[in-house]
T-cell receptor
Framework: GAVVSQHPSRVICKSGTSVKIECRSL??????MFWYRQFPKKSLMLMAT?????????EQGVEKDKFLINHASLTLSTLTVTSAHPEDSSFYIC????????????FGEGSWLTVV | QKEVEQNSGPLSVPEGAIASLNCTYS??????FFWYRQYSGKSPELIMS????GDKEDGRFTAQLNKASQYVSLLIRDSQPSDSATYLC?????????FGKGTKLTVNP
């Protein structure tokens, strides 16, 4: 199946700093990518949907100025957690939709963020 | 009503038994339905997708869809300890994929 790569897989940062997480579709063009976060033993929560070349659509309650999403190319989307705080510590997962009308969505491996 | 609902479990079955996982959804326009498996600390992996009413079989897995009842299920035959994981139902609501909270399955040797 299609491959979505996420980097870094684990990151520890100091409170107040910013962290960037990359999501790449390796063997297909992803016009739409999704960013989720998941707290331990909780379900995936959609944060935002990003479409290549346009602004991301954020879910209700997600601060767009804190979670900056950029989808500059058909194979790369980035999530930047700005001014991170310990409560931002979570598992962040990206996924990508194959093509314009593809139904299947593939997930990256996820990124564990710990803010100390 | 939440968009996608699953029984959170936990569901425990003996090895070799059939595990039955259920999911209901609220948006009647949904056309695509997925089951993902997620091991602890890992990202979800796609097990099955189903788009038409009826059954779809793939190895030990069978997905069942009933759009009139807005219901989708996953059956796992001959359950193995390695099937122990959280199973997420996902529904493709236009422009995004919405997940249920997941059902934790434990298969006991």
């Amino acid at each position: 199946g299609a491959v979505v790569s996420q980097h870094p897989s684990r990151v520890i940062c100091k409170s107040g700093t910013s962290v960037k997480i990359e999501c790449r579709s390796l063997d297909f063009q992803a016009t739409t990518m999704f960013w989720y976060r998941q707290f331990p033993k909780k379900s995936l929560m959609l944060m935002a949907t990003s479409n290549e070349g346009s602004k991301a659509t954020y879910e209700q309650g997600v601060e767009k100025d804190k979670f900056l999403i950029n989808h500059a190319s058909l194979t790369l989307s980035t999530l930047t957690v700005t001014s991170a705080h310990p409560e931002d510590s979570s598992f962040y997962i990206c996924s990508a939709r194959q093509g314009m009308s593809g139904n299947t969505i593939y997930f990256g491996e996820g990124s564990w963020l710990t803010v100390v | 009503q939440k968009e996608v609902e699953q029984n959170s479990g936990p569901l425990s079955v003996p090895e070799g038994a059939i595990a039955s996982l259920n999911c209901t959804y609220s948006d009647r326009v949904s056309q695509s339905f997925f089951w993902y498996r997620q091991y602890s600390g890992k990202s979800p992996e796609l097990i099955m997708s189903i788009y038409s009413n009826g059954d779809k079989e793939d190895g030990r897995f069978t997905a069942q869809l009933n759009k009139a009842s807005q219901y989708v299920s996953l059956l796992i035959r001959d359950s193995q300890p390695s099937d122990s994981a959280t199973y997420l139902c996902a529904v493709n609501i236009p422009q995004k994929l919405v997940f249920g909270k997941g059902t934790k399955l434990t298969v006991n040797p």
